[in-house]
């Protein structure tokens, strides 16, 4: 209907308002979703030797026109060799939700450093973007679901599940997601999944 042709514009808007506020429920929806079947062990995990660079890549390119409106551009790190055994389906949530908590909640032209780095035990990938209203009190809320600042991460576009399933599928790949302050007022979220993952049964 929005699409027809010489349709009132009043008309127009209202259908264009419907759409936005269906796919605002189906993807509160899915999200709700995928993080039952995560915290069931629903899900079947379907391993593979994934690059860090090129997932992240991959991650960040859907947000890549939204960082350039908000004059984000991220100095990555991620040596080429840096791999891991991992879903790359679930990877490619935690690491899109990742990127998508850093676009949307840093101020306009701050800075985002994102590092890859080998450790004892598996690999970790630290985003790290300046905040203006986060406390250190909030921090253990963060990866809650449906918590959201009321001031800093509020709004009708955002369900406060993005950083929740990005924990848990985190969890489920045997690693963790983890945030803590840096210098300087900034935020550093970090990623740390273990050197081998053997797939589910």
Do not use: Y
């Amino acid at each position: 209907a929005a699409h027809r042709p010489r349709l009132p514009r009043h008309d127009e808007q209202s259908w264009r308002d419907a759409l936005e506020t269906t796919l605002r429920m189906e993807s509160l929806a899915l999200r709700l979703l995928d993080l039952t079947r995560a915290e069931d062990g629903a899900l079947v995990l379907q391993c593979s030797t994934v690059s860090l660079a090129q997932a992240f890549a991959a991650a960040w390119r859907p947000w890549s026109g939204r960082a350039a409106e908000r004059q984000i551009e991220p100095q990555v790190t991620l040596p080429s060799d840096l791999s891991v055994e991992a879903d790359p389906t679930l990877l490619a949530v935690v690491l899109g939700n990742l990127c998508g908590n850093a676009v949307e909640h840093s101020p306009r032209g701050s800075p985002l450093t994102v590092e890859g780095n080998r450790t004892i035990d598996g690999i970790s990938l630290r985003l790290e973007n300046r905040t203006d209203e986060l406390t250190e009190t909030d921090l253990p809320h963060l990866f809650e679901p449906f918590w959201r600042k009321d001031t800093a991460r509020s709004d009708r576009h955002h369900h406060g599940l993005g950083l929740a399933l990005a924990a848990e599928f985190a969890a489920l790949l045997g690693g963790k997601v983890g945030a803590q302050f840096g210098g300087n007022g900034m935020v550093a979220f970090t990623l740390w999944l273990p050197g081998k993952i053997q797939p589910s049964n």
